[in-house]
């Protein structure tokens, strides 16, 4: 009986004992949610063009503005700019092309939380992820040109030259009007200084000549002897244009005060070839009333600094009645530091009986 009552108890199940461990209210941190950006880093960028980043955030609800922050080449600060809602996106920052300047810039991406803490999101502002911009085609031609100017973009010139064109006969009437054949000695001497500064872009110079001529020569339609004096006082502005690295066209204008008055003038040149090597030109100058001359030039690198240039040039400059040709050579040689020393000479006239000789030296610093 005993048996009995002992496998009926052991049949009934035990009551379920109530946990009393206080339950803790706390979340596991790995539970909470932030706002996360993704993009794939940029490396390198192409110079004064746009710098586009993709982006895509997750909770994007939690976020109240995700920026770019970035540092061009020449800048100390971070500059900022913020990630917009795009087709090309999800979200899309643009950094403008006139701040993405080689050799490089850097950037780092920061979540503005709707709290209003911001969190990096990609690099920092201490270390930001740098980028490599790639020069435009300019950028590279005009360090190449610079270099081999030794970085000297400025240039001063002062240059002297005679030229004497022998004898030309002149009609001479005196006081009482008789006429006689009288020989004038055609000459004239120049006396000019220079500055010129060098962007070495699609204007290549631009320069400024002051100058003054005085000689003697046959005027057209004068008679008197005393009226053979000429000379002029100018002033010319110069822009050198760049259509192709071996194609470059000089513009001038010329303001200048002859013996008659105030006179306008202006000239041109095509330059093929090297600019500042090996190169042909073809030239022309021409001013009111003073004359015209016409000109080309074959300069040849002979290396080691040194330039020899043939010199063929057609004028009926200062002011005479006729026009002459002019055969002449010039030299050019580096001095080095900066300085370089040229020298010309050569031979001209206006009729086939009588000629006479040039010659003319010029003296150039560049800083």
């Known amino acids: 009986m005993l048996a009995l009552v002992a496998v009926l108890c052991s049949a009934i199940p035990a009551r379920a004992q109530t946990d009393t461990t206080p339950r803790s209210n706390k979340v596991d941190a790995t539970s909470v949610v932030e706002p996360r ?187 008197d002897s005393s009226q053979f004096d000429v000379g002029l006082n100018y002033a010319s502005p110069r822009v050198r244009f760049r259509f192709d690295d071996s194609i470059h066209l000089e513009t001038e204008l010329l303001t200048s005060v002859t013996e008659v008055g105030f006179s306008m003038g202006a000239g041109g040149a095509l330059l093929i070839g090297d600019p500042y090597g090996t190169r042909l030109t073809f030239g022309f100058e021409s001013v009111q009333t003073f004359g015209t001359r016409m000109y080309t030039r074959m300069d040849i690198d002979a290396g080691n600094g040194v330039l020899v240039a043939p010199i063929v040039e057609v004028t009926d400059m200062p002011h005479a009645d006729r026009y002459g040709v002019r055969l002449l050579s010039e030299v050019g040689i580096d001095a080095g530091s900066g300085f370089r020393v040229a020298a010309r000479g050569g031979y001209q006239a206006r009729t086939f009986t009588s000629g006479g000789p040039s010659a003319g030296v010029s003296l150039s610093y560049g800083f």
């Open 37 to 223: 950006l993704h993009h794939g880093p940029v490396s390198t960028a192409a110079a004064g063009e746009a710098f586009t980043l993709q982006a895509q955030i997750d909770q994007p609800h939690l976020v109240r503005q995700a920026w770019l922050v970035f540092r061009s080449a020449e800048g100390t600060a971070m500059d900022q700019v913020a990630f917009l809602r795009a087709s090309e996106g999800p979200y899309v920052a643009q950094v403008p092309g006139d701040k993405v300047r080689a050799p490089s810039f850097a950037y780092a991406i920061e979540v503005e939380t709707v709290s209003g803490q911001r969190i990096p999101a990609f690099a920092s502002r201490k270390a930001p992820f740098l980028v490599t911009v790639t020069p435009e085609y300019d950028d590279l031609r005009e360090q190449a040109v610079l270099q081999r100017l030794e970085g000297r973009r400025s240039e001063i010139t002062a240059s002297s030259e005679y030229v004497m064109f022998g004898t030309t006969d002149a009609t001479l009437t005196d006081a009482n009007g008789l006429t006689r054949t009288e020989g004038v000695r055609d000459h004239y001497y120049r006396l000019e200084s220079g500055y010129t500064y060098r962007p070495l872009r699609t204007v290549a110079e631009f320069s400024i000549r002051l100058g003054v001529v005085r000689g003697r020569s046959v005027v057209p339609g004068e008679s």
